[in-house]
Every structure is written in C-alpha cells, then in structure tokens.
C-alpha cells in the first residue's frame, strides 16, 4: 500500500521569501503524485500533478514541485511567496488499485506567511 | 463547466440523530470519494462509487453509509451520531478511468452537540 509523508506540520516564512514543502511518498511503482492547497473552511484545489515525463512539474498560482525517484520525494516550490498563500498544503499519491485508482493524503503541512 | 456542490454547507446535530449530506459532481464525472477531515486524523479516507456501486471503503464503522444514484450524484449519511463525527466533510469527484486528479467541493462542515 502506498503512504505520504509531509515531515513539517506547520512552515513560517515571510512575504517574498522562497518557500520549500517536503513530502515523501512509498510506493512500489512510479506513482502519481499531486499537490493539493486548502483555505480556510474550504475544499482542496489542485496545484499540480506528475504522472510522467518532465520531473520539474510547473503548476498554478507559480509553484512547482519537482519528482525525485531516487529520493522518494515531490517537494513543493515556490521562489517567492505572496501574503495569499498561507494556506494548507496537501500532498498525495495515487496508485493503482483493481484497475482504478486510489489516492492517499499526506497530513498536510500549514503555511503562515509573515509581513 | 460547474464545480462540485454540497449541500448543507453546514450542519449542527445533536448526539444519537442521524444526518445526511449530499454531493453533486461535475458533470461527466461518474466517480465520487468522500473524506474526513478534522485537526487531529487530518483527511481520511470514507468510501469511493463508481457508476452506484462501492469499490472503495476506507476503515470507518458501519454508521457511515453512502450511496450514489444514476446521475452520479452521492449522498454519505451518518446514523447515532458521536461528538467524534464532527469534523469537514470533502466530497471529490473524478472523470472515468485512472491518472485523473480530484475535483473537491467545499465541503460540508457538521458539527455534532
């Protein structure tokens, strides 16, 4: 079965700084991976996703998360942080399962953003 | 194209009664996840259907149930409500077939007296 792991719960940067989010995953196969950001009181957006290919994955609002097999990990970049993207990050992986697939959550990873 | 809804948005209930919630995926979607969330379990996992059948339970106890009718719409209902079952419920949906991402409503927040 595959897990996630988001090692940092919660992650304060200031405005304009670069910002890193870790995430590892264990899975058998390559997996297919996605980055997920959740406001306050609402649902999960997609960020991003890797399937295949290009291992830099460029996504919206200006984040990228590059996929390392090597390492078991798909961090989570940004090179500048705007006041808008406190907000909690959610990695997770899919695989395959009976023909469909199955997704599973990392536990997140809460962004602050100070002035 | 509209997004996934739910409905209520939110909900207050009282120990033992029973609740139903309901989730409308994006049109083409046939399949519909539904989630857990609360600060201490974080997101997991309910149950999945695909075209009204169930392919995909998570370990929850048997008060939780769902269903899915032909039109791909889901409702989820929790029978003697815990204080522990209060929490955002997520609906997702997905197009047919794998290497799909998940589109999220805005979830249903229910709180239990």
């Known amino acids: 079965a595959q897990s996630v792991t988001q090692p940092d719960i919660h992650i304060t940067v200031s405005e304009g700084a670069s910002l890193e989010l870790r995430c590892n995953y264990s899975?058998?196969?390559?997996?297919?991976l996605f980055w997920y950001v959740q406001s306050p009181g609402q649902g999960l957006q997609l960020l991003l996703k890797?399937?295949?290919?290009?291992?830099l994955v460029q996504g919206i609002k200006g984040f990228e998360a590059e996929f390392k097999r090597s390492q078991s990990s798909f961090n989570l970049r940004k090179p500048s942080v705007h006041w808008s993207d406190a907000a909690e990050y959610f990695c997770?992986?899919?695989?395959?399962?009976?023909?469909?697939?199955?997704?599973?959550f990392g536990t997140g990873t809460k962004l602050q953003v100070i002035p | 194209k509209a997004g996934v809804t739910q409905t209520p948005r939110y909900l207050i209930k009282t120990r033992g009664q029973q609740v139903t919630l309901s989730c409308s995926p994006i049109?083409?979607?046939?399949?519909v996840s539904w989630y857990q969330q609360t600060p201490g379990q974080g997101l997991q996992f309910l149950f999945e259907?695909?075209?009204?059948?169930?392919?995909n339970k998570g370990n929850f106890p048997g008060r939780f149930s769902g269903r899915q009718f032909s039109n791909s719409r889901s409702e989820m209902n929790v029978s003697t409500l815990e204080l522990g079952d209060s929490a955002l419920y997520l609906c997702?949906?997905?197009?047919?077939?794998?290497?799909?991402?998940?589109?999220f409503g805005p979830g249903t927040r229910l709180t239990v007296l």
């Open positions: 259907y695909f075209s009204e059948t169930q392919r």
């Open positions: 899975y058998g196969a390559t997996p297919y």
């Open positions: 890797y399937f295949s290919g290009d291992t």
């Open positions: 997702a949906s997905t197009r047919q077939g794998i290497r799909n991402e998940q589109f």
């Open positions: 049109s083409g979607h046939r399949s």
């Open positions: 997770a992986v899919g695989a395959h399962s009976g023909g469909y697939q199955k997704v599973t």
